[in-house]
Every structure is written in C-alpha cells, then in structure tokens.
T-cell receptor, first 116, second 112 residues
Framework: GAVVSQHPSWVICKSGTSVKIECRSLDFQATTMFWYRQFPKQSLMLMATSNEGSKATYEQGVEKDKFLINHASLTLSTLTVTSAHPEDSSFYIC????????????FGPGTRLTVL | DAKTTQPPSMDCAEGRAANLPCNHSTISGNEYVYWYRQIHSQGPQYIIHGLKNNETNEMASLIITEDRKSSTLILPHATLRDTAVYYCIVRVANNAGNMLTFGGGTRLMVKP
C-alpha cells in the first residue's frame, strides 16, 4: 500500500519557537494532503486541506497565520507551527490522497509536539 | 458527509470474532462506508470500504445492510494487536477533495 511518512516523529520545543513538520508521500504523488490535530483521548480534528501549488484551505477556528502550510510538490507538504505555546502541544497527523487507489486517504504516523 | 454513530467501547476475547457496528441512517446514495483504525499513538490505518455490497479483504469483512443505514465491521479472529480505536466514516468516494470526518469511534479492547 501507499506510504506516507512524517518527520520528525516527536519534537519538544520552548514556548515562542517555531516548529516545522514534514509530510511526504513516498511511493505516490499526492494531489491533496490533509493536516489533522489530535488531543489526548479525543478524535482527529481536521485543521486544513492543501493542494499542490495552491493555498491551503483552513477549517473554522484554525489560525492560518499560526499554522503555515506549504504544499510545494506532489510528494511534500509542511506544517509550521509558529510561535508555539503549550496549548499547541498535540499529536499532528497528515494524510494524502493519490491519483490512484480509489481516493483512499493514507495517513502518516503522526508527530507528537510538546511545547514547554 | 453523513454522521455515524458507534458504541464508545467494546471488548473481545482473543481468537474470537469482533463485530463492530455502525449506524449511518442519513447516508446518501453516493456515499461509501469507510473503516479506519488507530492504534495508540499512531496514524489511522485504512481497513476497508464499500458502497452497498459486502466486502472482504485480508484484514476484515464489511457487512452493509440492504437499506445501507448501518454496517458491521468483522475482524474474524481478533488478536491482541487489533486493540485500537475503530472509526466508521461515510464519504463520497469520487471526490478527492473530501476529507474524512472522524467521530468518536469504538475503542476495541482485545483481551487474552
């Protein structure tokens, strides 16, 4: 099956710093990538949808200036959490849809962000 | 996308079949039923999907009622590694821009 990777798998940073998370589709080209956030014991919440070469579409309540998304190629999307604060600590998961495979979404393994 | 309803938790004995129900009474004619699972601290994993016919793959079977208002995911011989949260999602399959909307899911605990 299609593989989606994320880097880093976990990160600890100080409050006020910025953190970049990469999401890559390893063996297919992803026309669309999604970014989710998951707090402990809760379900996944969609943050934004990104299409290669265009601006991301953010869900209501998600600050686009705080969560910068760049989908520069068909295999890479990045999420940058700017000026991170402890309340941004969460599990961030990306997913990708390719041009084949019945439009199934394939998920990355997630990135655990802890902001001190 | 149609809303789904799942029991919050279920237990299953190792080696027995796990039957996970899902209600989706407002499903539209062009919406598929998808099942994903999430093992602790990992990303969701695709299991199976179907429109109206029953489906089977190497992981599970999906039984969809004739009126399509409910479905059941069957893990025929549950193992301890099947302990996870299972999400039932309905979605239009031919629209790549449609994201998956996750509900609460069912937390399946497989016990020895």
């Amino acid at each position: 099956g299609a593989v989606v990777s994320q880097h880093p798998s976990w990160v600890i940073c100080k409050s006020g710093t910025s953190v970049k998370i990469e999401c890559r589709s390893l063996d297919f080209q992803a026309t669309t990538m999604f970014w989710y956030r998951q707090f402990p014991k809760q379900s996944l919440m969609l943050m934004a949808t990104s299409n290669e070469g265009s601006k991301a579409t953010y869900e209501q309540g998600v600050e686009k200036d705080k969560f910068l998304i760049n989908h520069a190629s068909l295999t890479l999307s990045t999420l940058t959490v700017t000026s991170a604060h402890p309340e941004d600590s969460s599990f961030y998961i990306c997913s990708a849809i390719g041009t084949s495979g019945g439009n199934k979404q394939f998920f990355g393994p997630g990135t655990r962000l802890t902001v001190l | 996308d149609a809303k789904t309803t799942q029991p919050p938790s279920m237990d299953c004995a190792e080696g027995r079949a796990a039957n996970l129900p899902c209600n989706h009474s407002t499903i539209s004619g062009n919406e598929y039923v998808y099942w994903y699972r999430q093992i602790h601290s990992q990303g969701p994993q695709y299991i199976i999907h179907g429109l109206k016919n029953n489906e089977t793959n190497e992981m599970a079977s999906l039984i969809i009622t004739e009126d399509r208002k409910s479905s059941t995911l069957i893990l025929p011989h549950a193992t301890l590694r099947d302990t996870a949260v299972y999400y039932c999602i309905v979605r239009v399959a031919n629209n790549a821009g449609n994201m998956l909307t996750f509900g609460g899911g069912t937390r399946l605990m497989v016990k020895p």
